[in-house]
């Protein structure tokens, strides 16, 4: 291990460690829950939490974590291969890890999406029943987005503030594109702006149709999940062990043999 071979396998080796608890985590990451299991214990939690100075700050994503992988890639294969051709390939690892990693989606952002989906088809059934009980559709909106809270309330709201502005349905519900599941709640909003048909129905439809899309998704992704597990072990803790375990071993033998 004293060898730059052996650095260079211990380097390597921690770094698939790392990759692959990484990995692991990321597949064993617990579903978004929706508005309503959120609303069990919310209102004792607020008053609780209100009664702190301290304010818990918004998670933000690393930008370091792409660059140190990279440097410690590169610095593995230039530790292993110590050479200029060595040095040319280390380079180029650590260049393509880190644009390989700037282009993966942030956990956070995944995360905000998950739980959009998961409080979508909640906030259509609300969005109805406030249709049914008379409130014109901007208002229903925001009043929403303002009791659901989170990543989609910010975006109810800023929905209803654009139709209460006088945009367009296609314009204002834009601010959903990046949900597909949201396609068919706009494409019933357009419609029925377009030809004056009635919301409300349309939108419990939608509501239901969505709850049942929500709930094969998540049947496909318990089964998906079940399979991609085996994925960290043999791609990055196996290879883990034969470069801090094997390797050094095998090399140390053929160069006392050779």
């Known amino acids: 291990m004293h060898t730059p071979t052996g650095v260079a396998c211990a380097c390597g080796a921690a770094v698939l460690q790392a990759a692959g608890l990484a990995w692991t985590r990321r597949l064993l990451r617990p579903g978004a829950r929706s508005a309503v299991d959120r609303a069990v214990g919310r209102f004792t939690a607020r008053r609780r939490l209100s009664r702190l100075p301290l304010r818990r700050p918004v998670e933000q994503p690393s930008g370091r974590t792409p660059w140190l992988l990279g440097t410690a890639a590169g610095g593995a294969v230039i530790a292993l291969l110590p050479s200029l051709a060595g040095g040319v390939l280390g380079v180029v690892v650590a260049g393509g890890t880190v644009a390989v990693l700037r282009r993966m989606e942030p956990a956070t952002v995944r995360a905000e999406r998950e739980r959009a989906l998961a409080d979508l088809p909640w906030a259509v059934d609300l969005i109805g029943a406030a249709l049914r009980a008379g409130a014109p559709l901007d208002h229903a909106v925001l009043s929403v987005g303002a009791a659901l809270d989170g990543p989609l309330g910010i975006r109810l709201q800023r929905i209803g503030r654009s139709l209460r502005l006088g945009a367009t349905a296609a314009e204002a519900w834009s601010h959903l594109a990046d949900l597909p599941p949201a396609g068919r709640l706009v494409a019933a909003v357009e419609r029925s702006s377009a ?31 079940g399979v991609l597990i085996v994925l960290p072990l043999g791609l990055c803790f196996l290879p883990a062990f034969v470069l801090a375990g094997l390797v050094p071993v095998v090399l140390a033998v053929l160069g006392e043999v050779l």
Do not use: I, Y
């Open 195 to 225: 030809n004056g048909s009635a919301l409300a129905g349309a939108l419990h439809r939608c509501a239901d149709d969505l709850r049942a899309d929500t709930a094969v998704r998540r049947q496909a992704g318990a089964q998906r999940a």
